[in-house]
C-alpha cells in the first residue's frame, strides 16, 4: 500500500515515517524502525511546604478550619485562572457538602489538587490526591493555597486583580538596556 523506507520502517503519503505499533511495516527479520519517538517530561518540583505544615499560615488555618469553603474558593480562582470567581467555587462547595454531606466535597476539590499540580508539575505526595483531599481536607487546601502564595500570588484579590499586579510590576520596571555590537 505505502512504499517502504530503506530503514524499514514504513512511510506514510506525505513521506513522513509512521511509529508506533500496528502501523508500521518491518523488514523480514522483525527489525525495529531506526527512529524513535522521545517525549521530554518536565521535571517533576517538590511541594513548597509539607501537608501538615498548616501552622505556618496561622490565619488561613483558622479560615480553612472554620470556612474551608473561603479557601477553596480562592484556589479553584487562581488555578482555573479567574475562569470561575472564588464566590462561585465556594459556593458550589457548600453547596456539595449541603446535598451530599461531608467528604464528597473532597472528590470535587481534589481536581483542583490535580490541575495546581500540573500546572506547577508539583510531586503527587504523600499520596494519590484524591486520598489526601478525603483523609486530609482541611490540610490539603491549606497546603494548596501556601503553594499558590509562595509562588507570589496574593490569594485574597483573586486572579485578575494579581495579573494587574503582575502587569504594573513589570511597567514600572526601568527597560534593561543591552551592550551594543562589540568585536
Known sequence: MY???????????????????????????????????????????????????????????????????????????????GSTSCGASAALYTLIIAFTGSGFQSIYSCFYRSKLRAQYSLEETPCPDCCVHFCCEWCALCQEYRELKNRGFEMSIGWHANMERQGRAAATMPPQMHPGMTR
Open 3 to 81: 512504499p517502504k523506507a530503506e530503514d524499514g520502517a514504513a512511510s506514510s503519503a506525505t513521506g513522513f515515517p509512521m511509529s508506533g505499533g500496528g502501523g508500521g511495516y518491518y523488514q523480514a527479520g522483525g527489525a525495529a524502525p531506526a527512529f524513535a519517538v522521545v517525549q521530554a517530561q518536565a521535571p517533576v518540583a517538590a511541594w513548597s511546604t509539607g501537608l501538615f505544615d498548616c501552622f505556618d499560615d496561622v490565619g488561613n488555618c483558622c479560615v480553612t478550619c472554620l470556612f474551608p469553603c473561603i479557601t477553596f474558593g480562592q484556589i479553584a480562582e487562581i488555578v482555573d485562572q
